[in-house]
């Protein structure tokens, strides 16, 4: 007799404010996983603008209404990819949801809205959430989120393999092994599509990416890309949020291109 197959959905949303990813997954095993469908649901203006401002102005309120509100969306994500792989609530067996990111300063603290009650209430299922204010509590850093997956999906059994993550931060892993923990190495380099998106926007907001992409390579910006620390150029190990920058403020608007909590090993 087999072993029942493990339906579970993995929710995001990140740094680049672009919207709520969900993907439906079929686990038949700890290093064998199938996607069965994957959805994502774009923020539209007001969204991200309560998001963006959730760091600078928000009241108490602002922001326990936007922790409802992001619930209310992961809620809608879960049920459009359950839609989209033909599967039920009643055949999940856990929803993952790390929440969204307002507040991030390690060692100390890292803070997510979203509401997982929510997702509870409504699936009748096992919601995992909180996963970075634990880590924090552990003593890590709360980020990046992908190093387990990326051991126990990636590695190669013969070769050490490095994967990228260019998410809205992004962040590398070293895999000397497949499904190995030992010797793995990760940690965020830097910002990614957060700086991506931002640097398209302050241009036109209509840019397509036959655009953008030259104008990112230009020999004006690409420059004072290149000059900006890395996290190997220097003994701290960062860990980037929108909180605190290390970046130098060409505009107002910088400090929302990149932020970046860093402590000292």
């Known amino acids: 007799m087999t072993e029942r197959a493990t339906f ?4 995001m949303s990140g740094t680049s404010l672009d919207g709520m990813d969900a993907a439906l997954v079929r686990f038949t095993g700890p290093t064998d996983a199938e996607l069965v469908a994957f959805v994502s649901c774009a923020y539209d203006n007001d969204m991200r603008r309560s998001l963006e401002e959730a760091i600078t102005s928000h009241t108490a309120a602002d922001l326990a209404r936007l922790h409802a509100r992001l619930g209310h969306l992961a809620l809608a ?6 839609d989209a792989g033909h599967n039920t609530p009643a055949q999940l067996d856990f929803i993952s949801f790390p929440g969204h990111t307002v507040w991030h300063e390690p060692p100390t603290v890292s803070w997510q809205l ?3 009650a929510i997702l509870a209430e409504t699936f009748g299922t096992r919601v995992v959430h909180d996963f970075r204010a634990r880590d924090i509590a552990a003593g890590g850093e709360g980020a990046p989120l ?3 997956a990326d051991v126990l999906l990636f590695g190669h059994k013969k070769h050490p ?3 990228l ?7 590398l892993t070293y895999v000397p092994s497949a499904a190995n923990e030992e010797g793995v190495v990760a940690f965020d380099t830097g910002p990614g599509m957060a700086l991506i998106d931002a640097l398209a926007r302050e241009v036109d907001s209509d840019l397509s990416a036959s655009v953008v992409r030259p104008f990112a390579t230009s020999p004006t910006v690409f420059p004072v890309l290149m000059e900006w620390p890395l996290p190997w150029q220097s003994p701290w190990r960062a860990s980037p949020g929108r909180s605190s920058d290390v970046c130098p403020r060409r505009s107002p608007k910088w400090w929302c291109l990149v932020e970046v909590d860093a402590i000292q090993e």
């Open 8 to 11: 579970g959905v993995g929710l």
């Open 114 to 116: 979203g509401d997982p």
């Open 77 to 82: 994500a879960c049920q459009q990819v359950l």
């Open 161 to 163: 393999r490095v994967l």
């Open 165 to 171: 993550n260019i998410g809205g931060m992004a962040n």
């Open 146 to 148: 992908v190093p387990m």
